[in-house]
């Protein structure tokens, strides 16, 4: 554009960044003056812009109920928070009503610790804050699925008894068994059953 005259900066068009949402303009890469996608604006002279994005990262650490999840944007955001649910909101959340995480950190990478959540469960989240106004900006929704969980129950034979240093455990995680056989009795072996509710019977064989 060239100085003088005022100008409408449109919507970012065509252009699309991997699960990001579009903040508006800057005038330089890094810091310069934030433009709001269909504002007025005056420039002094001839000048580029650059897009600017609220990008939701990929979440980590996964367990049965808890989950960090990260993100970006291209300049540092007013309250920015992570939006999540085990249901799923569509295209965004709602900022103002959503259950939330506070993101720390700085907009070169925002991150947030989810907790409480449900085992086996997928969770839908999504990056957003605002620059300073009333609007919020998003990046886009993601997922991710907490690890199942299984009961341990132990079904001890006749002569001794038997025990589980945890009473759940994670898929993929371990346990350790301990079986006590009674007087006269020669411990032998263990036997596993996985039910459909993902509960573990372990029978002891004296």
Same mark, same amino acid.
């Given at each position: %554009?060239?100085?003088?005259?005022?100008?409408?900066?449109a919507t &970012?068009? $065509?252009?699309?960044?991997?699960?990001?949402g579009?903040?508006?303009?800057? $005038?330089?890469? %890094?810091g310069?003056?934030?433009?709001?996608?269909n504002?007025?604006?005056?420039p002094?002279? %001839?000048?580029?812009?650059?897009?600017?994005?609220?990008?939701?990262?990929? #979440?980590?650490? &996964?367990?049965? *109920?808890?989950?960090?999840?990260?993100g970006?944007?291209?300049?540092?955001?007013?309250?920015?928070? @992570?939006?999540?649910?085990? $249901?799923?909101?569509?295209s965004s @959340?709602?900022?103002g009503?959503?259950?939330s #995480?506070?993101?720390?950190g700085?907009? *070169?990478g925002?991150s947030a #610790?989810?907790?409480?959540?449900?085992?086996?469960?997928t969770?839908?989240?999504?990056? *957003?804050?605002?620059?300073?106004?009333?609007?919020s900006?998003?990046?886009?929704?993601? $997922?991710f699925t907490?690890?199942a969980?299984? /009961?341990?129950?132990?079904?001890?034979? *006749?002569?001794?008894s038997g025990?589980t240093?945890?009473?759940? &455990?994670? !898929?993929?995680g371990?346990?350790?068994?301990t !079986? /006590?056989?009674?007087?006269?009795?020669v @411990?032998?072996?263990?036997?596993?059953?996985r039910s459909?509710?993902?509960?573990?019977?372990?029978q002891s064989?004296?």
């Amino acid at each position: %554009s060239s100085g003088g005259a005022a100008v409408t900066l449109a919507t &970012v068009g $065509t252009l699309t960044l991997s699960n990001s949402g579009f903040i508006g303009w800057a $005038t330089a890469t %890094s810091g310069g003056t934030f433009i709001a996608a269909n504002s007025s604006y005056t420039p002094g002279s %001839s000048l580029t812009l650059y897009a600017q994005w609220v990008t939701t990262g990929a #979440s980590s650490n &996964v367990t049965r *109920t808890t989950a960090d999840v990260a993100g970006t944007a291209s300049l540092a955001l007013t309250s920015p928070k @992570f939006c999540y649910s085990s $249901t799923n909101p569509g295209s965004s @959340f709602d900022a103002g009503t959503c259950t939330s #995480s506070a993101a720390s950190g700085t907009y *070169t990478g925002y991150s947030a #610790s989810l907790s409480g959540l449900t085992a086996n469960t997928t969770y839908y989240y999504q990056l *957003t804050g605002t620059t300073g106004g009333a609007t919020s900006y998003y990046g886009s929704v993601r $997922t991710f699925t907490t690890l199942a969980s299984y /009961t341990i129950t132990i079904n001890s034979a *006749t002569g001794g008894s038997g025990a589980t240093s945890a009473a759940s &455990v994670a !898929a993929g995680g371990s346990v350790t068994l301990t !079986a /006590t056989a009674s007087s006269g009795y020669v @411990f032998s072996s263990w036997t596993c059953t996985r039910s459909e509710e993902h509960t573990s019977e372990l029978q002891s064989r004296l």
